[in-house]
């Protein structure tokens, strides 16, 4: 008579971590980082964000100048962190209008819940500027960030109940306009002309049909980096398309611009002011 083998206990298939992790699972791995921001934002009450972009690899001010004081006192590129003290100013005025931003959007919340909270992709540089001037001013911020091989985590400024991280590109950027009312971008590289486009491409396409207010801060930076008028020359895209985006170096002109366009398109304040 043979002996009876042992009860078995396999892994549920949600439990199974090999099975979770195979190509075969993907869609389930994409519809959890749908559902699961999801949940989160509606736990804590985001209604909607304003989005900052910009460079991970702009310094704050007190970082740069220590940055050049080393080079100049033990050796290395002066001039690379000259530049870097000069980017400086970008990281300061991301942390002020991010602070300002904040302050503005805590006397609007009310029992339908938090509105145009600060958002980034969380990491370093202009990211860090944005979540920390509005953790200064005391109010919640959100950190979308993504598993890169270069960056670990996100920066300790982003709300901890709000700080998430996603392995696809493609469900983050769907959190970051799903919930924007309006888009600031700072000075930067391929990820931050990867986000202007594909909201301009939205935006002129139709298919994101909001009104959605863009800044573009650092008018030297984005004069020389972007020719949309030779686009319009060319005839590449409309002069209308060039309207989707206001210029500025000031942060009192980003500021109003962007409070008076929620105002009158997002809150329907009488006159288009609070």
């Known amino acids: 008579m043979s002996k ?22 993907r ?3 994409m519809l959890a980082e749908y559902i699961e921001p999801q949940t989160r934002f509606e736990e804590y009450g985001i209604q909607d964000t304003i ?16 940055a050049l004081a080393a080079c100049e006192k033990e050796g290395g590129d002066v001039e690379a962190a000259k530049r870097r003290v000069e980017m400086s100013k970008y990281y300061e005025a991301t942390r002020e209008l991010a602070n300002r931003l904040t302050q503005w959007s805590k006397d609007l919340r ?8 600060i958002c980034t992709g969380g990491g370093p540089g202009i990211m860090e500027a944005a979540n920390r001037g509005a953790s200064e ?11 890169l091989p270069f ?6 400024w982003v709300t901890r109940a709000l700080s998430l991280e996603f392995h696809y590109f493609f469900t983050r950027k769907f959190w970051f306009l799903y919930l924007a009312k309006a888009l600031v971008l700072m000075p930067g590289g391929f990820g931050t ?7 301009l491409t939205l935006l002129q396409t139709r298919k994101m049909r909001k009104r959605l207010p863009i800044i573009l801060f650092g008018r030297e930076f984005w004069d020389k980096v972007m020719n949309f008028e030779a686009m319009v020359e060319f005839g590449t895209i409309s002069p209308e398309d060039v309207e989707l985006m206001v210029k500025t170096d000031s942060v ?13 398109h997002a809150l329907h304040c009488p006159g288009g002011r609070l």
């Open 4 to 25: 009876k083998p042992p009860q078995q206990f396999p892994p549920k298939a949600y439990k199974d971590e090999a099975f979770m992790n195979s190509p075969e699972a």
């Open 27 to 29: 869609p389930v791995r």
């Open 51 to 66: 989005l900052f972009y910009g460079s991970a690899r702009i310094l704050s001010r007190e970082e740069a100048e220590e």
């Open 110 to 117: 009310d029992e339908s819940g938090r509105r145009f909270v």
């Open 137 to 147: 001013a005391q109010g919640e911020n959100v950190g979308l960030g993504i598993s």
């Open 151 to 156: 960056e670990v985590g996100n920066n300790p």
């Open 193 to 199: 002309m990867d986000e202007l486009f594909e909201a």
């Open 252 to 264: 009192d002109e980003a500021f109003k611009y962007i409070t008076d366009e929620l105002c009158e």
